[in-house]
């Protein structure tokens, strides 16, 4: 049986590349979220009168002039209209439950950094080394401790993870170029060769890889796997190495 303990959150990747987001606040939370979003390639809307602006904030409006527009005043129910995301981050408790109370009637998700019991998701401490993305969360009873757990995890994490994470990217969409399509036999033979590639170089190899080697693992290894005469032979790398 799966053992399956309820009462956690769904940890997902959200892709939010084109979309809109609106920040209202401006001060150390908003700094932090304000980096978080920036960090996806979403475009934000950040509300808050200039005189309480955390230097961070200042920084990244300058920044990022194309990405992030900036009002200088306090929070008006238009500053709605085309969020796809709103993240509250304000020291006045009652118009962050009313920015809420909008938000559902919109079906817009929303995170109210003063009151937990009201976010549609929270926040969690991050690493983020190129495509590799690690959330540490607590699902709200600690968040100073995933701070510190996320400090442990960074300090054990392999150096060259992102860069080996960013070549097999690279690896696997030269192979769907290959040999493009989807489901069926294809499918699961270049699911069964990138794994078997994955499990057979370590990242400090993966981390090595060139277009060089990319192409020639791909011209002898995915030809040969694909010819089904000898899997296993097909993702060596000695000869490629050299
Ligand atoms: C992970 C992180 C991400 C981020 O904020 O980006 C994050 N909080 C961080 C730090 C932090 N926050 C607080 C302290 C002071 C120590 C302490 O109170 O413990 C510290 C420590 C510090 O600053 O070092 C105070 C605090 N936090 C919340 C409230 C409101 C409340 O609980 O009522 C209050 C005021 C409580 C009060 O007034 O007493 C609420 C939330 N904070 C969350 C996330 C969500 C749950 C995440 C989880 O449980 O895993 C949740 C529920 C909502 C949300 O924010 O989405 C970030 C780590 C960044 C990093 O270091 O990497
Ligand atoms: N979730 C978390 O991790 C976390 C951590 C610390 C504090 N908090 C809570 O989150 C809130 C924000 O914390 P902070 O440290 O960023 O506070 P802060 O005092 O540094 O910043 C508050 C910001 O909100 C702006 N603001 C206030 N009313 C506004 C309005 N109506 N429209 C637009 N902007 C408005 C202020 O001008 C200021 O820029 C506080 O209630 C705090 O208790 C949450």
């Known amino acids: 049986m799966t053992s399956i303990q ?10 939010l590349k084109y979309k809109h987001v609106l920040v209202v606040g401006g001060g150390d939370v908003a700094a932090g979220r304000l980096q978080s979003v920036l960090a996806t390639d979403a475009t934000v809307s950040l509300i808050a009168p ?24 306090a929070f008006k129910d238009a500053d709605l209209d085309d969020a796809s995301l709103v993240l509250t981050c304000i020291d006045d408790i009652d118009t962050s439950r009313r920015i809420v109370e909008l938000c559902r009637a919109r079906r817009v998700p929303v995170n109210a950094a003063d009151i937990p019991n009201l976010c549609d998701f929270y ?5 983020r080394q190129g495509p590799l993305q690690i959330m540490i969360s607590t699902n709200g009873n600690g968040p ?85 005469k000898r899997v296993e032979a097909s993702t060596t790398k000695p000869q490629l190495m050299a």
């Not at 442990?152 to 040999?179: C, D, F, M, S, W």
């Open 6 to 15: 309820p009462g956690g959150s769904l940890i997902i990747a959200w892709q």
């Open 123 to 127: 926040f969690g401490s991050q690493i």
């Open 144 to 228: 100073k401790l995933a701070n510190i757990i996320r400090r442990r995890i960074e300090a054990t994490l392999p150096p060259h993870a992102g860069k080996a994470i960013e070549n097999v990217g690279l690896l696997r969409a030269k192979l769907r170029q290959r040999a493009p399509g989807t489901g069926g036999e294809l499918s699961k033979a270049r699911m069964s060769w990138m794994s078997q590639v994955c499990e057979s170089w370590s990242l400090d190899e993966l981390a090595l890889m060139d277009e060089r080697i990319m192409e020639r693992l791909l011209a002898d290894g995915w030809e040969l796997a694909a010819d089904k």
């Open 50 to 73: 200039r005189d309480r602006l955390h230097p961070t904030v200042v920084a990244l409006i300058k920044q990022f002039p194309q990405r992030v527009s900036y009002r200088d005043r």
